[in-house]
């Protein structure tokens, strides 16, 4: 099986612009989730859809948002970037939802951001 | 809330002697804990978990952690570390937080595995 797949790995912007970060998850798995990681906070969790519909959100600004495909695939949307918001950004697929019972999370390579 | 916590950066071993990556966590109800590993431009693999049951769970790679009720740990152990063994290591906690169990991740420790 073909693992967690994320594009693109590397990019940069500009403050102020917006960015879209796409996930596909592994064949079959229906949740996807999307975490930042920086040195200073580490793994954050920002949300996570599961069926095309969003079952979980983290404590971040509405800046960021979030969709799911009808094929599970999911992207992410970053609007108006700031200087914060540079970061490595995980996406994790499994096959239940998140939040509910025990199931682990296989996460793709991440996409690395850099605003400038 | 729960919280997680890893009280160590960093973590140094030789090459065949054993680790130990330590891991507490705090949380409401009765836990699900992980073990993820992180190498140098990857995501995170999933190392192992413990669910309920036997106390002492094995993973990949050799690795294995003990669950403690009575002290809130989930420390990562390894008989005879492996130079291949260096990565960044997390541990997970997913408890019954209004009704969610979203994972929530310590910081991380480095595991430097020295030849």
């Known amino acids: 099986k073909a693992g967690v797949t994320q594009t693109p790995r590397y990019l940069i912007k500009t403050r102020g612009q917006q960015v879209t970060l796409s996930c596909s998850p592994i064949s079959g798995h229906r949740s996807v989730s999307w975490y930042q990681q920086t040195p200073g906070q580490g793994l954050q969790f920002l949300f996570e859809y599961f069926s095309e519909t969003q079952r979980n959100k983290g404590n971040f600004p509405g800046r960021f948002s979030g969709r799911q495909f009808s094929n599970s695939r999911s992207e992410m949307n970053v609007s108006t970037l700031e200087l914060g918001d540079s970061a490595l950004y995980l996406c994790?697929?499994?096959?239940?939802?998140?939040?509910?019972?025990?199931?682990?999370?296989?996460f793709g390579p991440g996409t690395r951001l850099t605003v400038t | 809330a729960q919280s997680v916590a890893q009280p160590e950066d960093q973590v140094n071993v030789a090459e065949g002697n054993p680790l130990t990556v330590k891991c507490t966590y705090s949380v409401s109800g009765n836990p699900y804990l992980f073990w993820y590993v992180q190498y140098p431009n990857r995501g995170l693999q999933f190392l192992l978990k413990y669910i309920t049951g036997d106390n002492l769970v094995k993973g990949s790679y050799g690795f294995e952690a003990e669950f403690n009720k009575s002290q809130t740990s989930f420390h990562l152990k390894k008989p005879s570390a492996l130079v291949s063994d260096s990565a960044l290591y997390f541990c997970?906690?997913?408890?019954?937080?209004?009704?969610?169990?979203?994972?929530?991740f310590g910081r991380g420790t480095s595991l430097i595995v020295h030849p």
């Open positions: 997970a906690v997913r408890g019954p937080s209004g009704g969610s169990y979203i994972p929530t």
């Open positions: 994790a697929s499994s096959l239940n939802s998140a939040g509910q019972g025990a199931g682990e999370q296989y």
